[in-house]
C-alpha cells in the first residue's frame, strides 16, 4: 500500500462499553521496529483526528476488546487512512502516555480489566515524543545516564534486558510546547544512548 507516513492510535475500553481514546500518534519506524512517536501527530487537523480516533473505536466496539487497543494506521497521500495492524495490548507506540498523559496507557489498561472508570487521556504538555533505544553501540546504558538526564526535561525508561543489537532495550520521552525542541531533545537522548553520540 503506497503510504506517506504510519500513526497510531490508542483506544481503550471497558467491558461495559465506555472507551476513550489518546490522541493520533505518528510513528517512524525502521526495518519493523518503532523508533519515534510524536504526539498529536504533526499536521493532522482536529477533524481528522476525531475522525479517526472515531474509527478506531468503532473497531474495539465490534471487537469487544477489554483493555487496550492499538489501532497502526498508514496515511495514503489523499488523506485517506487504512490499518495496518492492530494490537489487543499496552503499545510501544504509547508509552509516550507514561509521562505525557493524564493517565497512562498501564493505568487504563488495568482500570479497563478491572471494570473501573477509565482516566483521562489528555495530554500533559502540547507536544510529546518517544525514541526508542536499540541495543548494539553502547553496553552501559546505566553510565550513560549521567549525560542524558543533565537536560531535566528528559525521561528515561530502561528495561533491564540484555543488550543486544536492535533490540529495544529502552525508551526516552520529553514533553513540550515546541515539536523542533522536543523532538531534537528526544533524539539526542536516544543517539547518546546508543552509543551514537559521546559528551
Given amino acids: 500500500v503506497p503510504f506517506v507516513r ?60 477489554v483493555g487496550v487497543l492499538a489501532v497502526e494506521l498508514m496515511e495514503r497521500a489523499d488523506g485517506e487512512v487504512v490499518v495496518n495492524e492492530l494490537a489487543m495490548r499496552p503499545h510501544n507506540t504509547g508509552h509516550w502516555t507514561i509521562e505525557g498523559a493524564v493517565t497512562s496507557q498501564f493505568e487504563n489498561h488495568l482500570r479497563a ?11 500533559t504538555a502540547p507536544v510529546a515524543v518517544m525514541s526508542n533505544v536499540l541495543g548494539g553501540g553502547n553496553p ?47 533524539r539526542a537522548a536516544s543517539d547518546h544512548l546508543e552509543g551514537r553520540t559521546h559528551g
Wanted: charged share 20%.
Fill in 6 to 65: 504510519e500513526m497510531s492510535v490508542l483506544v481503550v475500553r471497558r467491558p461495559g462499553g465506555e472507551s476513550v481514546s489518546y490522541p493520533v500518534s505518528e510513528t517512524v519506524q525502521r526495518q519493523g521496529i518503532c523508533h519515534e512517536t510524536t504526539t498529536p501527530a504533526p499536521g493532522l487537523d482536529a477533524g481528522r483526528a476525531t475522525a479517526i480516533a472515531a474509527f478506531a473505536t468503532r473497531i474495539a466496539d465490534e471487537l469487544g476488546v
Fill in 113 to 123: 480489566v478491572a471494570d473501573l472508570p477509565l482516566g483521562s487521556t489528555r495530554m
Fill in 140 to 186: 552501559d546504558l546505566v553510565g550513560s545516564l549521567p549525560v542524558v538526564l543533565a537536560d531535566p526535561e528528559v525521561r528515561v525508561h530502561l528495561y533491564g534486558k540484555a543488550v543486544m543489537p536492535g533490540r529495544k532495550v529502552a525508551h526516552v520521552t520529553v514533553c513540550g510546547a515546541d515539536l523542533g525542541a522536543t523532538r531534537a531533545a528526544a
